[in-house]
């Protein structure tokens, strides 16, 4: 861990009041535990390294802040007056109890985040599994059609749902595979309770291993008490920590008429909406399914930016639960199960295709009564 990393130093730089970057900042010695030890790039020469991974991060600053290099960073809770106000005032105050030496530190910290160029290829897996939720009628067979280019998903106007089955749909994009999938209404309140129960196991055996984004689809300007009740049916159904998966994709962006997406979440008056915002670390982006060519792609490129966050700060892994590993155990034996019998070996035997079904459907209803004892503390 010793020599830090080039960014490490110019954070201490900076914290120590230096006239700017491109100077030599003297660094003290390294410490006796850390005497001795390997680079934070796996090398041993005296070079500083000029990438950090996101699990030595924390470690690092540690060091720095025992050694006296960089100002101790204390939670910041905002007094009770400012949980009734909005995102922008709370985050004015924020940066105003952090002082002005810590606020040359603070960009620092962020800067950490998926921009940085701390990211490794390997956090961003080449095939990508996005699937679209949300209540009837917000759009979300159209959205899935502008992420993949064309119409492959029945979209039209309909008092009733249009999509009765699950559907996936791919394309390539910027070197990786996307895979979009596109869901019934299984998270409604109004879906009887045993076709809802097939649709959430359909769901999680169309999406095995696991998805690597949720894009709950929701209509700007229409964001509903129904559609919280899919929010809380999303983390009943899947976990608590879906949301750290979960963007926020808002369907008619062209009723913004030139106006700021971001400046209508940070301002909204509904207090669901802005909850939802910030539990989601404020992961949002609108989609215009009219637009073409240059005006979808860049609608795209703002997706997969937030896309690209999610997988930095997970290190590229899917999102995944109970009922996903089994399901994935399933996928993978009867795999063996197919090799074995073209080699002539014979096969062991395995659970039939409704049994297996109705073992997942089993662990499912389990992992639902967790989720919903949980969430009964919970947020959202």
Not at 167 to 183: F, N, Y
């Amino acid at each position: 861990l010793w020599p830090p990393c080039r960014q490490v130093q110019a954070a201490c730089f900076s914290a120590s009041g230096g006239p700017g970057p491109g100077r030599a900042y003297p660094l003290p010695p390294p410490p006796p535990a850390l005497r001795g030890s390997c680079s934070l790039s796996g090398g041993s020469g005296a070079e500083p390294s000029d990438h950090i991974s996101p699990k030595n991060i924390g470690h690092v600053l540690d060091i720095f802040i025992r050694l006296g290099h960089l100002p101790l960073l204390p939670p910041f809770k905002p007094p009770k007056r400012l949980q009734r106000v909005g995102p922008k005032r709370r985050d004015q105050e924020f940066t105003r109890a952090l002082g002005p030496r810590r606020q040359e530190t603070w960009p620092f910290l962020l800067s950490t985040g998926p921009q940085s160029g701390l990211r490794k290829s390997e956090l961003s897996p080449q095939r990508l599994r996005l699937i679209l939720v949300g209540k009837t009628g917000t759009g979300k067979s159209a959205t899935g059609n502008s992420i993949l280019g064309r119409k492959v998903f029945e979209s039209k106007l309909s008092a009733r749902p249009v999509t009765k089955a699950f559907q996936t749909g791919s394309r390539g994009w910027a070197g990786k595979e996307l895979e979009v999938i596109d869901t019934p209404d299984i998270l409604s309140p109004q879906a009887p309770p045993a076709m809802a129960a097939q649709g959430i196991c359909e769901a999680i055996a169309f999406s095995s291993p696991g998805p690597h984004a949720v894009l709950l689809v929701t209509q700007l300007g229409r964001f509903t008490e129904e559609d919280q009740q899919v929010v809380r049916r999303l983390q009943e159904v899947f976990g608590v920590g879906i949301l750290a998966y979960t963007i926020l994709v808002f369907t008619r962006k062209e009723d913004l008429e030139g106006g700021s997406l971001e400046e209508y979440v940070r301002e909204t008056d509904n207090q669901g909406l802005a909850k939802l915002d910030v539990v989601c670390e404020r992961r949002h982006c609108g989609f215009n399914n009219r637009a073409e060519g240059a005006e979808q792609e860049a609608q795209l490129k703002e997706l997969m930016e937030k896309i690209e966050g999610i997988l930095w700060e997970n290190e590229g892994h899917c999102y995944s639960n109970k009922a996903y590993q089994y399901s994935q155990q399933n996928v993978l034996l009867k795999e063996v199960q197919e090799r074995r019998t073209v080699q002539g070996q014979g096969s062991e035997e395995v659970l039939s295709e409704e049994s297996r079904l109705e073992r997942l459907c089993h662990i499912q209803k389990e992992s639902e009564e967790t989720h919903k004892h949980l969430l009964k503390r919970a947020p959202i």
